[in-house]
């Protein structure tokens, strides 16, 4: 199918450590944002990308997590010296122009486990 | 910025009966609510938008209102189906930005 994907589906880490998620928006998707989701919670916005450029970082918890988007297409979310607070499932949602109105369409996330 | 509430406790019904499930929001209309479902697993996927000027809307057997008064969108599934147990968010604008928030989310849980 032509979805949004996002790798690896689990990640498991020691707390300390440095990982990489990674997602693969629908083509032609010009928008595409990062969520956090902890069990029995909605999504929590992280950061929204529109192109290259993130124009919306202001969810990021602190400096140890940051994005990227160089090519407007594929992002990774990186983060620096895991905690076991940073466990929880990373969902990326790709729009077609990331207008008011533009439905999200999201990945099937990734889940993380810092031990 | 804005404080979304959705019942925490699962909802159960019996197949063929209506599903209501309620967002309420604390502050200022936003310009859209949307309704996602969740199921276990996966990602929320987008079922309805309604906007700040439109009171209802239909697709299939699902229903949305939007009451900018009383600060609440319903949210109706008719004819319910044991398909249809999942858990359905709803997610508005928040702050000065038109990205959406999302609520909890209610499970919904549908028996044959």
């Known amino acids: 199918g032509a979805g949004v994907s996002q790798t690896p589906s689990n990640k498991v880490t020691e707390k300390g450590k440095y990982v990489e998620l990674r997602c693969d928006p629908i083509?032609?998707?010009?928008?595409l944002y990062w969520y956090r989701q902890s069990l029995g919670q909605g999504p929590e916005f992280l950061i929204y990308f529109q192109g290259t450029g993130a124009a919306d970082d202001s969810g990021l918890p602190n400096d140890r997590f940051f994005a990227v988007r160089p090519e407007g297409s594929v992002s990774t979310l990186k983060i620096q010296r895991t905690e076991r607070g940073d466990s929880a499932v990373y969902l990326c949602?790709?729009?077609?122009?990331?207008?008011?109105?533009?439905?999200?369409?999201f990945g099937p996330g990734t889940r993380l486990t810092v031990l | 910025s804005q404080k979304i509430e959705q019942n925490s406790e699962a909802l159960n019904i019996q197949e063929g009966k209506t599903a209501t499930l309620t967002c309420n929001y604390t502050n200022y209309s936003p310009a859209y609510l949307q309704w996602y479902r969740q199921d276990p697993g996966r990602g929320p996927v987008f079922l309805l938008l309604?906007?700040?000027?439109?009171k209802e809307k239909r697709k299939e057997r699902l229903k949305v209102t939007f009451d900018t008064t009383l600060k609440q969108s319903l949210f109706h599934i008719t004819a319910s189906q044991p398909a249809d147990s999942a858990t359905y968010l709803c997610?508005?604008?928040?702050?000065?930005?038109?990205?959406?928030?999302f609520g909890r989310g209610t499970s919904l849980i549908v028996h044959p």
């Open positions: 997610a508005l604008p928040s702050g000065g930005s038109y990205i959406p928030t």
């Open positions: 309604i906007r700040e000027n439109e």
């Open positions: 949602a790709s729009s077609l122009r990331g207008q008011i109105y533009n439905e999200q369409f």
């Open positions: 083509s032609g998707h010009t928008a």
